[in-house]
């Protein structure tokens, strides 16, 4: 029954579909009008052809300043919360900014030996005094020493403020030229976790090729993030930040080394080296006390 009804219900079908196309005649001048149509319609765009070109390149470009632009804005607001952080640990700042208060220092370069002295043999005429500007000219690998309360961090500080501010107004004074186009990344090494670094940050020795390659990469998402996080950012700040680390276009300022243990210190240490290695072109400043480092 069930068969008969199917077959019945194709045969239907078909008597339909076959009285419909008896009843369908070609109509010339219909085909002649659509065909018409579509020969000025393809006239038509081929002779706009410049003005569809550029009108799609007007979208283009306008997607692209719109994709700038929120890149940018994510970048804008990592330099708004760095200056914020660095006036936060100025701890006068409730009573003027770090910007007002701030004289730049002198610092004393160790004389160039080349081989290794202890403390009671060291030339001290040899050792040079220069503004805190000249040290860094010229020396992307840098550890401020002092003891507690010399300023430290806040220099760190300062450096951080004067970078993220300079990139905003997009000029300097002479003496900050060297700061320009420098994405500033303070990390508080205490804040970081250092009881397994081995897998995260580069400090342990590679198995193959492949681990060597993989773990810089692994390091410096690590100090980026450390970066981000130290200045209270999201993780959209993390590809801008990462970008300039990448082109050499940052200055790392790392801090709070003399609060690590003796075990942490040597695995932030190897990452520092790891990291510097991976990632060359950028200026690095460490602070410390006298001993320890």
Same mark, same amino acid.
């Given at each position: 029954m069930v068969l008969d009804a199917v077959i019945a219900t194709a045969g239907s079908l078909l008597a339909h579909t076959v009285q419909a196309l008896q009843r369908w005649q070609f109509d010339t001048a219909s085909?002649?009008?659509?065909?018409?149509?579509a020969i000025l319609l393809c006239a038509g765009l081929f002779a706009s052809r410049r003005i569809l070109r550029s009108a799609w390149q007007r979208i283009q470009r306008t997607t692209e300043r719109l994709s700038h632009y929120l890149q940018a804005s994510v970048e804008e607001n990592y330099r708004d919360l760095v200056i914020e952080r660095s006036r936060s640990l100025f701890v006068p700042g409730h009573y003027a900014g770090l910007d007002a208060l701030f004289v730049e220092p002198w610092v004393t370069l160790p004389p160039d030996y080349s081989e290794p002295v202890v403390e009671f043999d060291r030339d001290l005429s040899a050792e040079r005094t220069v503004r805190l500007h000249q040290a860094l000219r010229g020396h992307p690998l840098l550890l401020l020493v002092g003891p507690p309360g010399s300023g430290r961090t806040t220099i760190l500080a300062f450096l951080a403020m004067t970078n993220a501010q300079l990139s905003k107004r997009g000029h300097a004074p002479p003496s900050e030229a060297m700061y320009m186009d420098r994405l500033p990344l303070y990390v508080w090494l205490p804040a970081m976790d250092?009881?397994? *670094?081995?897998?995260?940050?580069?400090?342990? &020795?590679p198995s193959s090729a492949d681990g060597a390659s993989r773990l810089p990469q692994?390091?410096?998402?690590?100090?980026?993030?450390?970066?981000?996080?130290?200045?209270?950012?999201?993780?959209?700040?993390?590809?801008? *930040?990462?970008?300039y680390l990448e082109a050499g276009k940052s200055i790392v300022?790392?801090?709070?080394?003399? &609060?690590?243990?003796? &075990?942490?210190r040597q695995s932030a240490s190897i990452w520092l080296r790891t990291l510097i290695d991976a990632a060359s072109g950028n200026v690095w400043l460490t602070t410390s006390t006298p001993r320890g480092y």
């Open positions: 085909a002649a009008i659509g065909a018409l149509a250092w009881g397994n *670094c081995g897998s995260t940050s580069g400090v342990a &020795e692994a390091g410096l998402d690590r100090l980026v993030a450390a970066a981000v996080q130290a200045v209270g950012g999201n993780n959209a700040m993390l590809k801008p *930040c990462r970008r300022l790392i801090d709070g080394w003399d &609060e690590l243990i003796v &075990e942490q």
